[in-house]
């Protein structure tokens, strides 16, 4: 009985590690994409003491994310809206926003990842939660993002801003 | 039936083997005739209802913010009852916890508007259908002006208690009743 037991149990947790191996070893589109969305919010975050060359290859490392023709919607209460297209453009406000924000630590909750079913194309919506030396309080925004697969790679070709509470 | 148990009882008392002491009454209450299978039990039992409340029914929240003073302190610890929409609608007046993309991060706000009614603020002070609502819960004044906004079949209408920031600063609007998670429990 005991014998047959121990079978059973190990029979049991040869197959869960056999289902770890595979999710590690072929991780599915929407664990990649939540991995990497992950990685973009710990590059995103700037540290108060940054060097100057730090801050240069971070801002690089972000624009790794976004493709060259990453289109960009922000509608933020109380602030003008701002639309603009381009990787370099997308870098430079990046950059500006380093330098005057001093320090900046940038958190993504709830990611939900929707893969098209070309599995080439997909959508992620998420709360951005971000924190400024300067101000009081966090900064709570929900953002829709694009993503396709190229190279290899998922990259941002569309970030637009969803209001939780809408006026309109 | 119950005489044959008592002398069968006797017989047992009276023979030369030794019973085993028995656990105290308060022993067996506090932890069972077999402790470990009691500690399992208690073990699987906890986590059942930590998973079941926090997930389910009672989300636990931490305040964040200044939109819902002096009704709702900075840094206060609260719960979210998500099934007290089960049975009926939001109700005016009732402080709503709102999702963003998931519950791990939501908004605080009051409803004070309902689905099918226009709600409007002038000099500060809201107005639904044309009528002035009494709200006891703001302490501050404001001079907010909003244009009329009708609402949907499935709308309301959220704002926080704190009016002392310009309208702008302030997050309040429309959203579906999809997006209302549950009602603030204290």
Partial sequence: MRRWLWRVLLAGGLVALGMWAWTALFP???????????????VATVSGNEAPLAALLNSEKVAGFFTADIEVNLEVPGRAQQVFSGR??????????????????V???????????????AEANLTLVARTASERDKIVQELKLRLNKAEGAWRIYRLETVRTLSML | ??????????????????????????????????????????VILVALCLIVFNRFVLVPIRVEGLSMMPTYQDHRINFVNRLAYHFHKPQRGDVVAIRTSGISIMYMKRVIGLPGETV????????????????????????????????????????????????????????????IVGKVLL
Avoid at chain 2, 129 to 141: A, C, F, H, I, Q
Wanted: glycine share 6%.
């Fill in chain 1, 28 to 42: 599915s589109p929407e664990r990649v994409i939540r991995k990497r969305l992950t990685e973009l919010a710990k």
């Fill in chain 1, 88 to 105: 370099d453009d997308l870098v430079q406000a990046a950059k500006l926003l380093r330098s005057a924000a001093g320090a900046l630590n």
């Fill in chain 1, 107 to 121: 958190e993504f909750y709830d990611i939900i990842v929707t893969v098209g079913p070309d599995k080439a194309t």
């Fill in chain 2, 120 to 179: 409007t603020f002038h000099e500060g002070h809201a107005y639904i259908d044309g009528e002035l609502l009494n709200e006891p819960y703001v302490k501050t004044r404001c001079d907010w002006e909003l244009p009329p906004r009708q609402l949907g079949p499935d709308e309301y209408f959220l704002v926080g208690d704190n009016r002392s920031m310009p309208a702008s600063d302030h997050t309040m609007g429309v959203a579906p009743r999809q997006r």
């Fill in chain 2, 1 to 42: 039936m119950f005489v044959a148990a008592h002398l069968l009882i006797m017989e047992l008392m009276a023979s030369d083997v030794e019973p085993a002491p028995s656990p105290s009454w308060i022993q067996t209450v506090l932890i069972g005739r077999n402790p470990k299978r009691t500690a399992i039990r208690i």
